[in-house]
């Protein structure tokens, strides 16, 4: 029987890639979106599915081996971007762009953890991001929240190897996809003290994501990693600079590795 694969915020975007290119390998593939009736064109099943709601999360995972009997990968990739100046952003809406990037991921898991180690086997890939590795500003809230899911996806690893259940990380870079458009973006305010560099590094990151690669590059990351028998810990996926940004940030001065984000972003 063929790997049953469940992959969050499948509707779109890099999970929809995924999905797409999991299906042609001969997996049995199922998406998860808030709305799946707004996608009667989706090439694989899509479940009713809201992260920030333990009920819907354990009703989707329930609905999904109900259908099929088991669960062998699932792909954390649900997630929200999020920008502004750290002092000018709601705390509600801090609080709920963890609620998406950071709680949503590990309750999803808290739900497959029982079938997969009912199994005694499983796969789950935590979709982060390489802005996880460093704090950039204006992205600070959305740093923190990849960042926090790669480090406890570091230990959760650790924890879940005894039921012979795998967990890895895989952080893109920029990638051509429709998160800038589900962003939530403070407003650029006529009065505020950082109307004009928040303005400009807006539409750098803007421009990034328009510019970015193509998303069945990830799609094919998670393949291998999936027929891979020992994931590692981490996978980064973008373009050479993106990569080596981290390097960089390993073996340079903090405050060096600061003044080129700076000038980077023109600050």
């Keep these: 029987m063929s790997k049953v694969v469940l992959i969050t915020g499948g509707s779109s975007g890099i999970g929809k890639s995924?999905?797409?290119?999991?299906?042609?390998?001969?997996?049995?593939?199922?998406?998860?979106?808030?709305?799946?009736?707004?996608?009667?064109?989706?090439?694989?099943?899509?479940?009713?599915?809201?992260?920030t709601d333990v009920n819907s999360i354990q009703t989707c995972i329930e609905e999904v081996i109900s259908n099929v009997g088991k669960l062998d990968v699932l792909v954390n990739n649900a997630g929200a971007g999020i920008t502004g100046p750290i002092e000018e952003i709601p705390e509600t809406e801090i609080k709920r762009n963890f609620e998406t990037n950071f709680f949503g991921p590990i309750n999803v898991i808290k739900a497959a953890l029982p079938q997969m180690r009912k199994q005694n086997s499983g796969l789950i890939i935590n979709i982060t991001s390489i802005a996880g590795y460093m704090g950039l500003p204006y992205r600070g809230v959305y740093c923190a929240s990849k960042g926090a899911l790669e480090l406890i996806t570091e230990a959760f690893r650790m924890e879940t190897k005894g039921f012979n259940v795998n967990m890895t990380n895989v952080a893109p870079g920029d990638f051509a996809t429709n998160i800038a458009a589900g962003r939530y973006h403070a407003p650029v305010l006529e009065k505020s003290p950082y109307k004009e560099p928040y303005g400009n590094t807006l539409k750098l990151m803007n421009e990034h994501v328009d510019s970015g690669s193509d998303p069945n590059i990830m799609a094919k990351v998670i393949y291998k990693i999936i027929e891979t028998k020992n994931p590692k810990v981490h996978y980064k996926v973008g373009v050479f600079m993106q990569k080596f940004s981290i390097v960089l940030k390993r073996i340079l001065p903090d405050r060096f590795y600061e003044k080129m984000l700076m000038n980077h972003y023109k600050l």
């Design 18 to 51: 995924i999905g797409e290119f999991l299906i042609t390998k001969g997996f049995q593939v199922y998406g998860t979106s808030r709305n799946p009736e707004n996608y009667p064109k989706s090439l694989f099943p899509l479940v009713a599915l809201d992260v």
